[in-house]
Nanobody, 115 residues
Framework: QVQLVESGGGLVQPGGSLRLSCAASVSIFSINTMGWYRQAPGKQRELVASSTRYGSPDYADSVKGRFTISRDNAKNTLYLQMNSLKPEDTAVYYC?????????WGQGTQVTVSS
């Protein structure tokens, strides 16, 4: 069983930055794939960024060049650095971990981009 706890969301003005954190209850060193998803009101959940143990990170086209996903294995924490935020980035952001055949989710953290 893997527990994921997100933090770092909040209200930010357009052009601003936030860093989301996802603390895992287990060592993330052995988790092959972790990622961030988001869901805006009335829309489906979408992949924002993913990180694998040995490959390059992958990003949605809408966030390339603005968001950066990273892992700190020592802290068992996944991060999402979000820069140049836009109103369309407003959503609940979820952390995800794929472990063998299981899919784990955090509870989500709200990000609101508004002036």
């Amino acid at each position: 069983q893997v527990q994921l706890v997100e933090s770092g969301g909040g209200l930010v003005q357009p052009g601003g930055s936030l860093r989301l954190s996802c603390a895992a209850s287990v060592s993330i060193f052995s988790i092959n794939t972790m990622g961030w998803y988001r869901q805006a009101p009335g829309k489906q959940r979408e992949l924002v960024a993913s990180s694998t143990r040995y490959g390059s990170p992958d990003y949605a086209d809408s966030v390339k060049g603005r968001f950066t996903i990273s892992r700190d294995n020592a802290k068992n924490t996944l991060y999402l650095q979000m820069n140049s935020l836009k109103p369309e980035d407003t959503a609940v952001y979820y952390c995800n971990a794929k472990v063998v055949f299981d899919n784990y989710w955090g509870q989500g953290t709200q990000v609101t981009v508004s002036s």
